[in-house]
């Protein structure tokens, strides 16, 4: 973004320049009334906006007349630098500035380096896709059959604490499943219309909301009020929503004893799940801790 003091822009029609290339790239459009909306601006500066990001990327973006609107363009090279780390945070929380200066101010605040990073131009094709209900084929390398094709039908993306993964229809197998970022090499958007079994909503695992009921581990925890404060749990317990598809992501990310009798031994076992019934037919669970199913459930 250094080009910009060069030409004496100010850091106000920054935010809105980085808005527009937030746009283009991850939706693959934008409006002037979007701008106007946003920044509560009137049509004239948004105009005046408009034409300073042509002026400054000329081959970025494509007016079509008949909507008014300013598509992205097949040469579409992003203006800003769109860091992955703290984009897909903002996805994630649908912050949908664009800008990532915080200026010069460095606040004492750090987090455990992740191993594995997206690339920012695959969630960017793939949050394209989502929003504009279009399938797409992409190259996935899998661990059990390597590189290879796919169709598929994204719905969501997904932070399992570890990995980010695209929830997605796949229609090889004809079943709803999540796919590795990291492991997606290519994204191209197709422009087919999705069939109504492959949309989000017949999606079940996705739409299924399970009560989970996380209390201090009977057995491992000697204080219990201790990780009652950590959690904000009320009457000793912390009760969760949490998507059938998720549920296993969640059990084994914060290390909670799924048995029937919290007999898992250890300090990293600090929760049980108090209500493990609530589990019955979630489909990922063999990585959550303990978990088998009985004939009781």
């Given amino acids: ?7 004496g822009v100010s850091y106000v029609q920054k935010q809105r320049l980085a808005y527009i290339d937030f746009l283009l790239m991850f939706r693959g459009y934008f409006s002037r009334s979007d701008l106007t909306a946003k920044f509560e601006m009137g049509m004239a500066n948004a ?12 081959k970025n973006i494509e007016l079509e007349n008949s909507t008014k609107q300013y598509l992205q363009s097949k040469n579409f090279k992003p203006l800003f630098n769109h860091d992955a780390k703290k ?22 605040i750090d987090a455990p380096s992740q191993l594995n990073i997206p690339d920012i131009f695959i969630v960017a094709k793939l949050v394209q896709a989502i929003l504009n209900k279009k399938p797409v ?13 796919r169709e598929l039908i994204p719905h969501s993306i997904v932070d399992n604490g570890l990995r980010w993964h695209v929830r997605a229809f796949d229609r090889k197998t004809k ?40 209390v201090p581990h009977p057995k491992n925890v000697q204080h219990p ?19 059938a598809a998720l549920a296993g992501y969640l059990l084994r990310r914060w290390n909670v004893d799924c048995t029937l009798n919290a007999e898992l031994s250890g300090g990293e076992y600090q929760l049980w799940l108090k209500n493990r019934q609530t589990l019955y037919g979630a489909e990922n669970l063999a990585i959550a801790p303990g978990y088998q199913q009985s004939e009781d459930d």
């Fill in 175 to 214: 079943s709803f499943r999540d796919f590795v970022l990291t492991r997606v090499s290519k994204v191209t958007i197709k422009d087919q219309i999705i069939e109504p079994y492959e949309d989000k909503l017949e999606d079940h695992q996705w739409m299924r909301m399970m009560p989970l009921q996380l």
């Fill in 137 to 149: 084929n992409v190259i996935y390398t899998s661990l059990s059959s390597g590189s290879a094709s």
């Fill in 225 to 243: 009020t201790a990780i009652a404060m950590d959690y904000g749990m009320e009457n000793g317990v912390l009760e969760l929503n949490v998507r």
């Fill in 1 to 7: 973004m250094s080009m910009f003091i060069d030409k």
């Fill in 47 to 58: 105009t005046r906006d408009i034409a300073l990001y042509k002026e400054l990327s000329p």
């Fill in 87 to 108: 984009t897909l945070v903002k996805l994630a929380n649908d912050i949908t500035d664009g800008f990532d200066a915080i200026g010069d101010i460095s606040f004492p």
